[in-house]
């Protein structure tokens, strides 16, 4: 079992032709919703991946709750540890350029009311050989809670380091498994502008420090990762992208969703990196997650 603790949101998405500078206002080519939210996303991709998979998060009591959990209901993850309460459901404002890349403001909502109760409650349905996965959308006394007593039951933590926070390198080292992109990676090592070669330097180092397995995202240049005292490389499919909001929160998914299915290291690293790709072919976070079989065909 897979539970992911974390945010659930509705996203608010609006297309351009490039996107703005800052004090700069451009015209929009379309706006469209979807279900959306880190936690939400990476439990979808996990679900999709073919694992069995519990949703902990909170939603309001408006508009946007239903509509935000549909895609996770439609696949049959598990939502009875979805609170529903009288604070809006959390939104993110996105704005996609021509050529993939995007720009997001995130309003937490009612994910800004989890708490370390939230976390033990969860806890208390973890078996060890659980996973349990987190990211920073919800608020960090109960993201340390989850991390610190799931850890101690025998319930492997995978921690994705987004969106980036202040304590980001501190609750880093709670982790079971973290994952991160080369910024976040960056203020888990505590340098700035690595080139690839000071990357692997610093993720050698690390991993050496604290035994902890650490997976870092390049975009097009696939994964690098450091487990069991070696490091391994995976590369993802060769793209031309559309959206690339969903791609991390998939990669998430699909990996840990591989690892709870037995598969080894390698290959869920790169069954992971090939849903990543896929993810970017169409716009949106949950809409554009792969099923499981187009990624086999893909592999």
Do not use: W
């Not at 109960?142 to 304590?167: F, H, Q, S, Y």
């Not at 340098?191 to 690390?206: F, I, K, Q, S, V």
């Not at 696939?222 to 993802?236: K, N, Q």
Request: aromatic residues 4%; hydrophobic residues 45%; contains cysteine.
């Amino acid at each position: 079992m897979i539970t992911v603790f974390g945010s659930i949101n509705m996203d608010l998405i609006a297309t351009t032709e490039r996107l703005p500078k800052p004090g700069e206002t451009v015209s929009g080519n379309s706006f469209s919703t979807a279900a959306g939210g880190k936690g939400a996303n990476q439990a979808l991709a996990a679900r999709r991946a073919g694992a069995s998979v519990r949703m902990s998060g909170a939603v309001g009591r408006d508009g946007f709750a239903e509509p935000a959990l549909a895609l996770l209901k439609q696949a049959g993850t598990d939502l009875g540890d979805v609170a529903h309460v009288d604070i809006p459901t959390g939104t993110a404002h996105i704005l996609v350029g021509a050529d993939g890349e995007n720009m997001i403001a995130v309003v937490p909502g009612a994910n800004g009311t989890m708490t370390a109760e939230d976390a033990d409650a969860a806890i208390a349905k973890l078996s060890p050989g659980d996973i349990v996965m987190l990211q920073f959308e919800i608020p960090v006394p109960a993201v340390e809670r989850m991390l610190t007593v799931a850890r101690e039951k025998g319930v492997t933590t995978v921690l994705n380091l987004a969106p980036l926070i202040a304590d980001a390198a501190r609750l880093g080292r709670l982790a079971d498994i973290v994952i991160a992109n080369e910024t976040e990676f960056e203020r888990l090592a505590g340098e700035d502008n690595m080139d690839a070669t000071a990357r692997e330097a610093a993720l050698t180092r690390l991993h050496a420090e604290t035994g902890q397995t650490i997976i870092v995202t390049l975009g097009a240049d696939g994964v690098i990762a450091a487990r069991d005292g070696t490091l391994h490389r995976s590369a993802g499919l060769k793209i031309e992208p559309v959206d690339t909001v969903g791609a991390g929160d998939t990669f998430c998914g699909y990996f840990a969703a591989s690892l709870a299915d037995g598969l080894d290291f390698p290959a869920a690293l790169r069954r992971a990196a090939v849903a990543g790709s896929l993810a970017c072919l169409n716009p949106g976070a949950q809409p554009a997650i792969p099923l499981a079989e187009d990624v086999a065909k893909r592999l």
